[in-house]
């Protein structure tokens, strides 16, 4: 099934100008650029976006990393969008990401991992309109 998933290129990768790296690797994994904007979130845009994690001790490094830099925001769509998005990113923790993997490749460290992915068709459905209600309808 085609599907649509919302992929952040995070701030520690885009300053380290691996933008082109990136798009290439899910490009050469098959995934079609729907829409693409760079953009430096807020803190209220970043509180609401991780708002999952309000409760979770890293909410606050992790807005405040969020709004460090500029992030690339992409919608990202392929056959199984979601899960082949996840394989291609790696683990959350880079020390865990399988060899080849966006994350085990160039992620610093568990928080400036160079990459988010939507974890859910639902999470997918949210985080695209959050990011491109103007342009996408998603799922």
């Known amino acids: ?37 760079l953009h430096h ?3 209220d845009e970043a ?7 309000k409760e979770k001790p890293f909410y606050n490094s992790l807005v405040e990393y969020m ?30 990401a399988a060899p080849g993997t966006i994350r085990a490749q160039h992620a610093l460290s568990m928080e400036k991992n160079s990459v988010h992915g939507s974890d859910s068709p639902s999470s997918a459905a949210r985080e695209i309109e959050f990011f491109f209600s103007d342009l996408i309808r998603c799922c």
């Not at 509180?47 to 994690?53: A, G, L, N, V």
């Not at 709004?67 to 865990?96: F, H, Y």
């Open 1 to 37: 099934m085609v599907e649509k998933t919302l992929s952040i290129i995070k701030p520690d990768a885009v300053e380290r100008n691996l933008i082109g790296t990136i798009i290439a690797k899910f490009e050469k994994e098959g995934f079609k650029v729907l829409a693409m904007r």
């Open 41 to 43: 979130l807020t803190k």
């Open 47 to 53: 509180k609401d976006f991780y708002i999952e994690h």
């Open 67 to 96: 709004t460090s830099g500029p992030v690339v925001l992409m919608v990202l769509e392929r056959e199984a969008a979601i899960a082949k998005n996840r394989e291609v990113m790696g683990a959350t923790n880079p020390k865990n």
